[in-house]
């Protein structure tokens, strides 16, 4: 901790002193220490147990335009290409845990608890923002056409999970009950249909003129699936035959994804997760493809969080954070209901949701991808940004010690 804060400190000296004396630096040099300086100040933030996105969001707001300036508004927009890249890795990351062992038994009763959840889920929220915002529509400068479309786009939101946190406390734990597998089975099946869903609610958005809209849309889900398995025989090539280099391999399939999907008009999310599914499921290289992608991750999403705080609006912010609140807890309620439903009309035990709705707390990996579409694809709507970043820190900090809790408790009554 000592060493981290000493190292911390140097490299803020350093970057002052460069500033002051080359202000014209090169700004691959300048990222090149926000990206140090990031990676410290995030282990600084894990050790006393805060979430390390918000260490890299807090080195953003302080070295970008609104504070240091250090990075202009300029630099910082053109930074956000890094947004399509944090969405690759973590669709890589959901379809390569959508393992076939794990279904394999109960695939019907998985597939049907996962609906369940996210139309209850997705309802609930829903109709909640709907008639939130019909009050205080003027407020938020929202018109009364825009409103359902936000209240679609928000029960999205309510949908989205981070299986990262459930895998990485399932390890830390050695909590792999019945119960516990269940419930990260749930949360990466119920990712992949959400991204399936908000395509296809993205193509009817879109796709106004052309051949046909079925058509548009049919070719942006079932081109991506085709696309990402052609995709996939390179990586399985490379993993098989070159073995090397495999984070400059990953990082150059990301970029290939994200331009071809952009160049074809399929849909960057789905063909990810379709090479991370065929890598997982039809080949021995799983456990080193996850590797690779968990090490690249890491610089990806210390850019990918530092540009969201050189661009985040402060006052927007600050003023979304209540909504943030009173949402992430609406979408708790939901869950559990949700889940109480689902296992008494599945006949499951009471343990999914009694203890079950603790691993549906957090939102990171997904919600970060859907909120980045939503700029993408609805940029008059300003206030969804805000809210998601508000959401994604406050279950960071709240969701992975009280879902820690439950699964020790889990690991006492069921069979490990």
């Known amino acids: ?3 981290k804060i000493i190292v911390l400190t140097l490299l803020l000296i ?4 460069i500033y002051l004396l080359f202000p014209q630096v090169n700004i691959f040099l300048t990222l090149g ?5 990031s990676y410290f100040l995030g282990q600084i933030f894990d050790a006393i147990h805060l979430p390390m996105v918000s260490a890299y969001l807090f080195v953003g707001i302080i070295l970008g335009p609104q504070v240091l300036k250090l990075f202009t508004i300029e630099v910082a927009k053109d930074l956000q290409f890094i947004d399509m890249i944090a969405l690759t ?3 890589l990351i959901v379809g390569k845990e959508l393992s076939l062992k794990l279904l394999k038994g109960k695939i019907k009763t998985i597939i ?12 609930l929220q829903g109709v909640t923002v709907f008639f939130s915002f019909r009050i205080f529509s ?3 400068n929202i018109s009364n056409n825009n409103i359902l479309l936000v209240s679609l786009l928000f029960g999205f939101l309510a949908l989205a999970k981070s299986p990262l946190t459930t895998i990485a406390l399932m390890k830390e734990t050695n909590s792999y009950t019945s119960t516990s597998i269940l419930i990260l089975t749930i949360i990466v099946l119920k990712d992949i249909i959400v991204l399936i869903l908000f395509s296809l609610f993205i193509g009817f958005f879109t796709y106004s003129r052309g051949i046909s809209i079925i058509f548009n849309i049919s070719w942006k889900i079932f081109g991506s699936f085709i696309i990402g398995g052609m995709l996939s025989l390179i990586v399985l090539w490379y993993l098989k035959k070159i073995k090397k280099n495999s984070n400059l391999m990953l990082l150059f399939l990301a970029f290939l994804i994200a331009i071809i999907s952009e160049k074809l008009h399929i849909e960057t999310l789905l063909t990810a997760i379709t090479v991370g599914f065929i890598v997982e499921n039809f080949s021995p290289y799983g456990d080193k493809f996850l590797r690779s992608v968990e090490d690249l991750s890491v610089i990806v999403f210390i850019v990918f969080f530092s540009v969201r705080g050189m661009n985040l609006d402060l006052n927007l912010l600050n003023s979304m954070l209540i909504i943030g609140i009173a949402y992430t807890v609406s979408r708790t309620i939901y869950n559990y209901i949700a889940l109480i439903i689902t296992s008494k009309t599945l006949k499951l035990s009471k343990n999914l949701y009694k203890y079950g709705w603790s691993g549906f707390i957090n939102q990171s990996g997904v919600t970060i991808a859907i909120a980045i579409l939503i700029e993408k694809y609805f940029p008059e709507i300003k206030i969804i940004s805000p809210i998601a970043l508000s959401m994604v820190i406050i279950t960071d900090i709240l969701a992975p010690p009280i879902f820690k809790l439950y699964l020790f408790k889990l690991k006492k009554i069921e069979k490990v």
Request: glycine share 4%.
């Open 1 to 3: 901790m000592k060493n």
């Open 14 to 17: 350093l970057l002052a002193l």
């Open 33 to 37: 220490l926000l990206i140090l300086i």
């Open 89 to 91: 890795i973590i669709a």
């Open 112 to 123: 049907l608890a996962t609906l369940i959840i996210i139309g209850i889920t997705f309802l």
């Open 138 to 140: 003027s407020k938020f």
